[in-house]
């Protein structure tokens, strides 16, 4: 749903490990959903993307989970390395083919050497 | 993945001063284009959304005579801040699409109006 939190989730994983960060969306409608990664100071980088019609998508070392039930959105990511450090979004598109994206709060992933 | 630039990365301006942002799609036709303002350890709040060649649909919020949104082609989108304050410091993200779902984006602009 519509983000306004003030403080980001912090998740703190060993380097090699896998991560998982979860995302709540708000709106049953959504049937788009992506995963995007913000490094400090930079505009965010699509990391892998999932529709409705599916419950899981993997890509390279990143799978999206995707829960319609309780509308819970996970992205885990694999072997996690020191350049995984980064706040990670979920968005998700109210309709197919609607122009906008909704953020969620984000989390904020360091890789612990 | 589809590549947007965006400039300048960085900004800074007098107060009651005009700056404008440029975003442009490098190797694709965006149709529509997003404006995002993000201040520091929050989310993207979407500003608003331009088509080329119409008027840009502002969030509620927005104010449509404080940041003009230009969508002259379908490679080019800019955003200027008029009459800057310091209230408008912030970092200021575009993002393109064509007509497939997923947006790119670019770098952001991190204006500091002093």
């Known amino acids: 749903g519509e983000s306004v939190g003030l403080h980001l989730p912090t998740l703190s994983v060993q380097e090699g490990d896998n991560s998982i960060i979860n995302c709540a969306y708000s709106?049953?409608?959504?049937?788009?959903f992506i995963w995007y990664k913000q490094e400090s100071g930079k505009g965010p980088q699509f990391i892998i993307d999932?529709?409705?019609?599916?419950d899981k998508r993997q890509g390279q070392r990143v799978t999206v989970l995707l829960n319609k039930t309780v509308k819970h959105l996970s992205l885990q990511i694999a072997a996690t390395q020191p350049g995984d450090s980064a706040v990670y979004f979920c968005?998700?598109?109210?309709?197919?083919?609607?122009?906008?994206?909704?953020f969620g709060t984000g989390t904020r992933l360091t890789i612990i050497p | 993945g589809a590549v947007v630039s965006q400039h300048p990365s960085r900004v800074i301006c007098k107060s009651g001063t005009s700056v404008k942002i440029e975003c442009r799609s490098l190797?694709?036709?965006?149709?529509?284009m997003f404006w995002y303002r993000q201040f520091p350890k929050q989310s993207l709040m979407l500003m608003a959304t331009?088509?080329?060649?119409?008027?840009?649909?502002?969030e509620q919020g927005v104010e449509k005579d404080k940041f003009l949104i230009n969508h002259a082609s379908l490679t080019l989108s800019t955003l200027t801040v008029t009459s800057a304050h310091p209230e408008d410091s912030s970092f200021y993200i575009c993002?393109?699409?064509?007509?497939?779902?997923?947006?790119?984006f670019g770098q952001g602009t991190r204006l500091t109006v002093v």
């Open positions: 993002s393109a699409r064509d007509y497939k779902p997923e947006a790119f």
């Open positions: 709106n049953s409608a959504s049937d788009y």
């Open positions: 999932i529709r409705s019609n599916m």
């Open positions: 968005a998700e598109n109210w309709s197919f083919g609607n122009e906008k994206l909704t």
């Open positions: 190797d694709f036709q965006a149709t529509t």
């Open positions: 331009s088509n080329e060649g119409s008027k840009a649909t502002y």
